[in-house]
């Protein structure tokens, strides 16, 4: 789990390392799409591109007419900055609960049915938004219940859709007054996979314990809130359905069990059949 959220973080640094450029307007009302450096001995050090070559220079204080941070997207392109966020990563965790038929066995748990099919679910995604309601990113979220024997995991790609809270201060949003709250709706396919730990198995007299391992495509619905706390950070609460209905099974301690061919099979039913839950959970989300 740890690797898969160290990739994940590379990948989300990689997404914010996408910086917008700042206008510069001198005294003498010549414009400049340039990065806008240090004042050091009252001169700023600027970057700009001239013949497509990036250049450096430097601009003392008085000759700067006026200056705004991050209005173009790059230093090459005079497209303007959007108003709305172009990257969102997102950091969640809460509690899911089992809504698919599984096998709960006396001897795994002393909890209540209900209980015993509740636990821990944490998620990341990224998200890159072509316009201000439509995105497509990547998800991956974990979660866990009966003490940690039963992991479900889920890697996997899909849309994202926005819905933008009216600005009490500016109804058409030209600019972004870093209050911009909105809900989102989202859905995702990918693989799935579980592993169940000693599941207990009947043989004869005993009961032994075996470990298990599901996998199969599986799908991801969400609906939550953004409620921005500053320009870079919103406060998020999620509610998801994940289905999943693994496609290949491998019991992986049988061999050690010293079952033969031609013994009856043992009773697994009920096992890894499927990845099934609802969850609700709260977090942030970080906006480029």
């Not at 700023?44 to 250049?55: A, P, R, S």
């Not at 450096?56 to 230093?75: P, Q």
């Not at 911009?180 to 032994?208: C, E, K, V, Y």
């Not at 061999?255 to 061919?261: A, D, F, I």
Request: glycine residues 10%; positive net charge.
């Amino acid at each position: 789990m740890k690797q898969k959220f160290l990739i994940l973080l590379l990948a989300f640094v990689g997404a914010f390392s996408i910086h917008a450029q700042d206008l510069l307007v001198t005294v003498n009302f010549d414009t400049l799409n340039c990065k806008i450096g240090q004042l050091i001995d009252d001169q700023y050090q600027i970057k700009f591109i001239l013949d497509n070559t990036e250049m450096t220079g430097l601009i003392h204080k008085d000759s700067i007419f006026y200056s705004e941070k991050n209005v173009f997207r790059s230093m090459d392109s005079k497209k303007l900055k959007t108003w709305y966020p172009v990257v969102d990563v997102g950091i969640d965790g809460g509690v899911m609960h089992q809504i698919g038929a599984f096998r709960i066995d006396d001897d795994l748990t002393d909890k209540s049915a209900f209980g015993a099919k509740t636990g821990f679910y944490a998620g990341a995604d990224l998200t890159l938004y072509v316009s201000k309601g439509i995105g497509y990113g990547l998800k991956y979220h974990y979660r866990s219940f009966l003490d940690g024997d039963v992991t479900y995991q889920y890697v996997g790609g899909g849309m994202v859709f926005r819905f933008w809270e009216k600005s009490k201060f500016n109804q058409y949003r030209f600019r972004n007054d870093n209050k911009s709250n909105h809900f989102f709706f989202g859905f995702s396919a990918g693989l799935g996979w579980m592993n169940q730990i000693n599941a207990p198995i009947q043989r004869d007299i005993s009961r032994q314990r075996i470990e298990m391992y599901a996998r199969g495509l599986s799908g991801d619905i969400s609906f939550g809130y953004d409620l921005r706390l500053s320009k870079l950070v919103s406060a998020r609460i999620k509610a998801s359905c994940f289905i999943g209905y693994p496609s290949y099974f491998k019991n992986m301690s049988l061999e050690y069990l010293g079952v033969k061919p031609n013994e009856p099979p043992l009773d697994i039913s009920g096992y890894c059949d499927n990845m099934n839950t609802i969850n609700i959970s709260a977090g942030f989300t970080f906006h480029k």
